[in-house]
């Protein structure tokens, strides 16, 4: 009979079935979780004794603990133990741990169960050597927790799973209380639920524990989220324009089922960033999610630094003459890294998109061209215009609706 026993979390033994096995004296548990958690470890019975019961002298102490032996024999069998006169172990086959299974999980599983700290809130209060091997095994099976959740936010994250992203963060938080990987899950979901206040609030908190638990700041690249999300506007912050990031469209919406659509966004994304170009064209029939997945998508590019530009086109525009293209070269002036557009190229761009003279009077007047050589000269300004932001940080340009476009 196999049975299985969590040790991440306060520790409970489960038979075959999945029901509890009940064993009520906690020194006893804390034996059987010793035992399992080393089972290629002959342990010693002094030991045992002493790490137990270190109150009581030792021919007490042993006595405890063959009590505590029986105990386990009568629930687990008395083949489960290799037993002799100096040293006792738990023989493989018998007790399963959480702990293997957490090292060796899928993260796309969506039935992982939660990752906790070894033990959490189990103590046996007068045995101080327990509690001494409790924190060197909470230390040991740190870097193994912390890179199990890191990889599980990474795909919830590539998939727009802003509720599971949360409750990550909050569990690596839990074993790592100062993790940048738990805080930025955090800000993240709770960006992607509207909630900007509550990111940054986030953020706030976890900035005043590293200062005072480390005397450290933040990296550059979680300082650099949390500026983007405090940013309204455009606004200048340690010498570097940032934009803004779009949240405040996901009150009252929901994203389900569109996993595998936003980690192809994604990807294509990573893609971008590393230096290479790409599109993507988002069809469905109406009313499926098409815009609710691109809206949360543009808000997570945006906390890692893309620059978005987006224009929705319109039926009733649709015989209006480069009206979708003046619309994104609207809102292209506004993001980092326009006004180093070259002026002749600006002045072209403000030939049909008012907006350029407003916020560039002194330009000069627009080179003379009709016909094809108009359009080719437009088209030349809208990419300098599309490359000198893009210099600044990577861009992406969402034009909703493009049927619709002229």
Do not use: N
């Amino acid at each position: 009979m196999l049975f299985r026993l969590t040790c991440l979390g306060v520790p409970e033994l489960h038979g075959e079935r999945g029901d509890v096995v009940r064993i009520r004296t906690r020194k006893h548990l804390a034996l059987l979780v010793v035992l399992a958690v080393e089972p290629s470890v002959r342990h010693r019975r002094d030991r045992l004794a002493t790490l137990l019961w270190p109150g009581s002298d030792t021919d007490e102490a042993r006595h405890s603990l063959a009590v505590a032996l029986s105990v386990l024999r009568s629930r687990l069998g008395a083949a489960a133990f290799d037993t002799a006169r100096d040293t006792i172990r738990l023989l493989p086959g018998h007790v399963s741990t959480d702990l293997h299974d957490v090292a060796h999980d899928d993260p796309a599983d969506p039935l992982v169960g939660e990752v906790a700290p070894f033990l959490d809130e189990f103590d046996v209060p007068d045995a101080p050597d327990f509690q001494l091997w409790k924190d060197g095994q909470q230390a040991r099976l740190l870097p193994m927790l912390h890179a199990v959740l890191s990889r599980r936010i990474d795909h919830a994250r590539r998939s727009g799973h802003s509720t599971r992203l949360e409750s990550l963060g909050v569990q690596l938080q839990r074993i790592d209380p100062l993790s940048e990987d738990g805080v930025r899950a955090l800000i993240e979901a709770r960006a992607m639920a509207g909630d900007r206040i509550g990111a940054l609030r986030v953020y706030d908190r976890w900035r005043a524990q590293l200062r005072a638990d480390l005397d450290a700041v933040p990296s550059t690249p979680i300082e650099q989220m949390a500026d983007r999300l405090r940013r309204r506007g455009l606004e200048h912050a340690a010498g570097t324009l940032l934009v803004p990031v779009p949240t405040e469209q996901w009150q009252e919406r929901t994203f389900v089922g569109r996993g595998a659509e936003f980690r192809t966004c994604y990807e294509a994304w990573q893609r971008v960033r590393a230096g290479e170009p790409r599109h993507m064209l988002v069809r469905g029939e109406s009313g499926i999610g098409k815009t609710t997945l691109v809206e949360r998508f543009i808000t997570a590019v945006a906390l890692e630094g893309a620059s978005v530009a987006r224009v929705q086109c319109y039926e009733l525009e649709r015989e209006l003459p480069f009206g979708t293209i003046s619309g994104l070269v609207t809102h292209l002036l506004d993001l980092p890294g326009a006004s180093a557009t070259a002026p002749e190229h600006l002045a072209e761009l403000g030939r049909l998109v008012g907006k350029v003279r407003v916020r560039f009077p002194t330009l000069p007047e627009p080179l003379p061209g009709v016909g094809e050589s108009a359009r080719i000269l437009f088209t030349e300004a809208v990419m300098a215009l599309l490359t000198a932001v893009a210099e600044e940080q990577p861009v992406v340009v969402v034009v909703d609706d493009i049927p619709l476009a002229d």
